[in-house]
């Protein structure tokens, strides 16, 4: 990613480590659970400061297009001005989350059948985000930057509790 882009941007972002997951059981998992927090953090903090970086651009515009003349001719916004954006960007988050621990080699594993279920798991992921496509849902005037996580949204839609009591699921992720 860029750091001051100029044109409207969608991303995909694969991460193969999951920041949230079950706790562990065995020493065994909590060796790989530290491997998932400490890979997934990285991508994860930088995803957060650059979506807000990029939502701060963004209204830095707006706010400028509010100013009277007077104001809005200074070298002060001058200067603001060039740090200003209008382009809006969305993030699809594809992360691998397996049902089962993977174990201590699981950053290293890469047998063709580990890697072929992988790479299923990910097409599932992938068609399943690209059939929700929630980035094609006007992005609200406020924001620059968005992340949609649209396997996670359908997860947790189906565990909770609809007001019925019964669990539902749904298709479309919802922005972040």
């Given at each position: 990613?860029?750091?001051?882009?100029?044109?409207?941007?969608?991303?995909?972002?694969v991460?193969?480590?999951?920041?949230?997951g079950?706790?562990?059981?065995?020493?065994e998992?909590?060796?790989?659970?530290?491997?998932?927090?400490?890979?997934?953090?990285?991508t994860?903090?930088?995803?957060?400061?650059?979506?807000?970086?990029?939502?701060?651009?963004h209204?830095?515009?707006?706010?400028?297009e509010?100013?009277?003349?007077e104001?809005?001719?200074?070298?002060?916004?001058?200067?603001?001005y060039?740090?200003?954006?209008?382009?809006?960007?969305?993030?699809?988050?594809?992360?691998?989350?397996?049902?089962?621990?993977?174990?201590?080699?699981?950053?290293?594993?890469?047998?063709?059948?580990?890697?072929?279920?992988?790479?299923?798991?990910?097409?599932?992921d992938?068609?399943?985000t690209?059939?929700?496509?929630?980035?094609?849902?006007?992005m609200?005037p406020?924001?620059?930057?968005?992340?949609?996580?649209?396997?996670l949204?359908?997860?947790?839609?189906?565990?909770a509790?609809s007001?019925?009591?019964?669990?539902?699921?749904?298709?479309?992720?919802?922005?972040k």
């Amino acid at each position: 990613m860029e750091s001051i882009p100029r044109r409207s941007q969608l991303i995909f972002q694969v991460d193969l480590f999951q920041a949230r997951g079950r706790q562990p059981s065995s020493l065994e998992e909590v060796s790989e659970r530290e491997k998932d927090i400490r890979f997934s953090s990285r991508t994860r903090t930088v995803t957060d400061v650059f979506r807000q970086m990029h939502d701060v651009r963004h209204n830095v515009n707006t706010l400028l297009e509010q100013l009277p003349p007077e104001i809005r001719n200074t070298p002060v916004c001058d200067f603001l001005y060039a740090f200003g954006c209008v382009t809006t960007m969305d993030i699809v988050q594809l992360v691998y989350r397996p049902d089962d621990p993977q174990g201590l080699s699981k950053d290293y594993e890469f047998s063709r059948s580990t890697m072929r279920e992988r790479w299923n798991e990910g097409r599932s992921d992938a068609l399943v985000t690209l059939e929700a496509s929630p980035w094609l849902t006007p992005m609200p005037p406020e924001v620059g930057a968005r992340t949609f996580d649209v396997p996670l949204d359908l997860k947790r839609r189906a565990k909770a509790p609809s007001k019925s009591g019964v669990k539902t699921s749904g298709r479309a992720g919802a922005a972040k």
